[in-house]
T-cell receptor
Framework: EPEVTQTPSHQVTQMGQEVILRCVPI?????FYWYRQILGQKVEFLVS????????KSEIFDDQFSVERPDGSNFTLKIRSTKLEDSAMYFC???????????FGPGTRLTVL | RKEVEQDPGPFNVPEGATVAFNCTYS??????FFWYRQDCRKEPKLLMS???SGNEDGRFTAQLNRASQYISLLIRDSKLSDSATYLC??????????FGAGTILRVKS
């Protein structure tokens, strides 16, 4: 069964550092997403991406965040200057049609010290 | 009002019990609806899509009531392996899918 993959599984960084989280969506899916989940809280939408453009983004997705599809397979989330409150599980997801259903990757646990 | 609301539980039920979860959503223009399951520290996994006519998949039945803006999930003959957090997910518009906070189910022997 096709799956979404994410690397690394766990990233530890110092406050103020830049991090790049990587995802490989399912190959025939056209819509890509990043969500995050702070420990003990709900899954929160960050951004959706289609046709090499951001299609929706939340209030959380401020100027510190950016997304890119650098080649035909990878989809990345960059956080320019990490804060303590960025510590969370970051999930990448993809879908074939707009509006879901989404297939999620296993997540990257980001710890900001 | 929260976009997607769920009773957080936990629902503690014995094996074999029937349990039902409800979810309400605020945006009447919402397009599509899903139930996901999330195990501790894992990614959400699609349990089922929810259609206006209602749909069933084995022991699981989902219903959508657009007039009242709620979605339900019924689990029959609960198994220990059903213990998880159940997430209600609503596509409000475009490509934005919004998650509820989840309902915790614990099935005990």
């Amino acid at each position: 069964e096709p799956e979404v993959t994410q690397t690394p599984s766990h990233q530890v960084t110092q406050m103020g550092q830049e991090v790049i989280l990587r995802c490989v969506p399912i190959s025939n899916h056209l819509y890509f997403y990043w969500y995050r989940q702070i420990l003990g809280q709900k899954v929160e939408f960050l951004v959706s991406f289609y046709n090499n453009e951001i299609s929706e983004k939340s209030e959380i997705f401020d100027d510190q965040f950016s997304v890119e599809r650098p080649d035909g397979s990878n989809f990345t989330l960059k956080i320019r200057s990490t804060k303590l409150e960025d510590s969370a599980m970051y999930f990448c997801a993809s879908s074939e049609p707009a509006g879901g259903p989404l297939v999620f990757g296993p997540g990257t646990r980001l710890t900001v010290l | 009002r929260k976009e997607v609301e769920q009773d957080p539980g936990p629902f503690n039920v014995p094996e074999g019990a029937t349990v039902a979860f409800n979810c309400t959503y605020s945006n009447s223009a919402s397009q599509s609806f899903f139930w996901y399951r999330q195990d501790c520290r894992k990614e959400p996994k699609l349990l089922m899509s929810v259609y206006s006519s209602g749909n069933e998949d084995g022991r699981f039945t989902a219903q959508l009531n657009r007039a009242s803006q709620y979605i339900s999930l019924l689990i029959r003959d609960s198994k220990l392996s059903d213990s998880a957090t159940y997430l209600c997910v609503v596509n409000e518009y475009g490509n934005k899918l919004v998650f509820g906070a989840g309902t915790i189910l614990r099935v005990k022997s």
